[in-house]
């Protein structure tokens, strides 16, 4: 027996080791932590469990083969349908680092037909369906939306098929009324950015009209904590800072922010993410391509809010079985408000993606015609480099973490671009009650 090459090991009130392969995460004590520091598997019953999570493995075992395999297998698998609807490309904000060009079009009633004509032929060849909701402004297009999840909600319950929804928005229209009967129709998970204070929010995220949406997106959000009792799995609302040098000096004041008014409240989680540049003309025109952080400063600031007590719920893509972006994936497709189907829907406005951009459109009878030759490019990975087969992160990435980026552009392997939060997220996981403990004492069997 040999230890996993993809175990990420922490000391956290016990040796955490977290297998990047399976998602595993065990904390060990006592004399079990010292078995493992010496490689010492003699204890059948602890060599049988870190067996199965992966975390040692047979000495002859090939694991990045096997990491190989299981990606290829998600990202082939007919059992998970993964589509991003567009229900609007307007947008109340002018957010400094949007990549969208501005564009006026709402998808009309006869898009929304062809969608629902095409889950109600294809829908029960599924186990899970994911729905996520982007723009534009997606709120914007609320009445489209509410009419399609609440006929896919049904089909769900018809055919036995799982159902998970997302939805992107900046939160300004996100009444408690509205998000009574977005939850009520399956939508579930929400992300909705707050960056910093009210002054640097207002700057980053600016409204077209309203000086300080800051305050308006608060009061919504506080409203729907203290106003709607349910437990934590009703819906989960992720708010994320997006960090620059421009509002980098507020992220303290904001997490004390969050702390004070939903710390207690488990069904709203704090995210940390570093403005990139995701293309686009406004990041340059408004100059804040000049101002941009890297990933050291979220994971600083991931580590001051764990040191507060605070948890972040980062695990929905896993347990939708989405370790992967949809767009690197056979069944997962993005329709605009046209009717257009694309991978992803930065490429659209890519001048280095304009050919493999447009992946076909779903047509008046409700059938995806897709242009094979281009799907595949997104979908097929590239091969990793060599210094891909012995990384601990591998089986998170596989060498192509963004498709767009690695399969399209760049057409070669490129390194995990979220390294230096791993230690955060691991210990995160731990607090939020993903971990198995394995205690042996001095004398004793495993227990």
């Not at 007919?78 to 947008?91: A, F, H, S, Y």
């Not at 997106?217 to 409203?223: G, R, Y």
């Not at 488990?266 to 993410?273: D, E, G, L, M």
């Amino acid at each position: 027996m040999k230890k996993s090459k993809y175990n990420i090991e922490v000391n956290d009130n016990g040796l955490l080791i977290f297998n990047t392969l399976s998602k595993e995460l065990i904390c060990l004590n006592g004399e079990a932590e010292k078995m493992y520091a010496q490689g010492i598997f003699v204890n059948s019953e602890f060599t049988e469990k870190l067996l199965k999570k992966n975390i040692i493995v047979d000495d002859d075992f090939d694991e990045f083969r096997y990491a190989r395999f299981n990606h290829y297998k998600k990202i082939l698998s007919d059992d998970l349908l993964e589509i991003t609807i567009i229900p609007t490309q307007n947008c109340n904000f002018r957010c400094q680092y949007c990549f969208e060009p501005e564009e006026y079009s709402v998808m009309s009633y006869d898009i929304a037909e062809r969608i629902l004509k095409y889950l109600k032929k294809n829908l029960m060849r599924y186990k899970e369906l994911v729905i996520d909701w982007f723009g534009g402004e997606p709120l914007l297009g609320r009445d489209i939306v509410l009419y399609i999840m609440n006929e896919i909600k049904q089909l769900c319950r018809e055919y036995g098929v799982v159902l998970y929804s997302t939805m992107f928005t900046n939160g300004y229209e996100l009444k408690r009324n509205l998000f009574e009967k977005l939850v009520d129709s399956g939508v579930r998970y929400f992300t909705i950015c707050i960056d910093g204070n009210r002054e640097t929010h207002n700057i980053q995220r600016p409204h077209k009209t309203d000086k300080d949406s800051y305050t308006r997106i608060v009061n919504n959000l506080l409203d729907i904590s203290q106003n709607i009792k349910s437990n934590s799995d009703k819906f989960k609302i992720l708010i994320r800072m997006n960090v620059s040098e421009q509002n980098v000096h507020t992220a303290k004041e904001f997490v004390k922010f969050y702390q004070e008014n939903f710390g207690e409240d488990h069904r709203f989680n704090i995210v940390w993410q570093w403005v990139h540049n995701w293309g686009g003309e406004r990041i340059n025109e408004t100059g804040l391509n000049e101002k941009l952080l890297g990933e050291d400063k979220c994971a600083e600031l991931y580590e001051y809010s764990l040191s507060l007590g605070l948890i972040s719920d980062e695990e929905l893509s896993a347990n939708s079985g989405r370790e992967f972006c949809g767009a690197g994936k056979k069944n997962g497709f993005l329709i605009d408000c046209d009717g257009k189907l694309y991978k992803c829907y930065m490429a659209k406005t890519n001048p280095k993606t304009q050919d493999n951009a447009v992946l076909g459109f779903i047509n008046s009878s409700g059938k995806l015609v897709i242009d094979d030759k281009i799907n595949s490019q997104w979908v097929m990975p590239v091969e990793p480099g060599d210094k891909c087969r012995d990384c601990v992160y591998f089986p998170l990435c596989t060498g192509s973490s963004c498709p767009l980026s690695d399969n399209v552009i760049h057409k070669k392997a490129r390194c995990f671009t979220y390294k230096k939060q791993m230690i955060q997220k691991i210990k995160n996981k731990k607090r939020c009650g993903k971990v198995e403990y394995i205690t042996i004492n001095a004398g004793e069997n495993m227990q």
